[in-house]
């Protein structure tokens, strides 16, 4: 039985490529492209969390209120 890979591949437009190289080499902080990429992904996962933890609130606040 093959075990299950621990990482998937994606497709980038090349203009975005080209952006994260630019960031990469004039900020110097990012080893590779997969670390730029994998701290953007956590960031926005972060933030679309906090987004949905707030739609929820907010629907459970008007469902108290109606009901």
């Given at each position: 039985?093959?075990?299950k890979?621990?990482?998937v591949?994606?497709?980038?437009?090349i203009?975005?490529?080209?952006?994260?190289?630019?960031?990469?080499?004039?900020?110097?902080?990012?080893?590779?492209?997969?670390?730029?990429?994998r701290?953007?992904?956590?960031?926005?996962i972060?933030?679309?969390?906090?987004?949905?933890?707030?739609?929820?609130e907010?629907?459970?606040?008007?469902?108290?209120?109606?009901?």
């Amino acid at each position: 039985m093959a075990s299950k890979s621990k990482y998937v591949t994606i497709s980038l437009p090349i203009g975005i490529s080209d952006e994260i190289d630019e960031l990469m080499e004039e900020l110097g902080y990012w080893p590779s492209r997969g670390a730029f990429v994998r701290e953007a992904c956590l960031t926005k996962i972060k933030k679309e969390r906090l987004t949905l933890k707030e739609l929820r609130e907010a629907k459970k606040e008007g469902e108290e209120k109606q009901g």
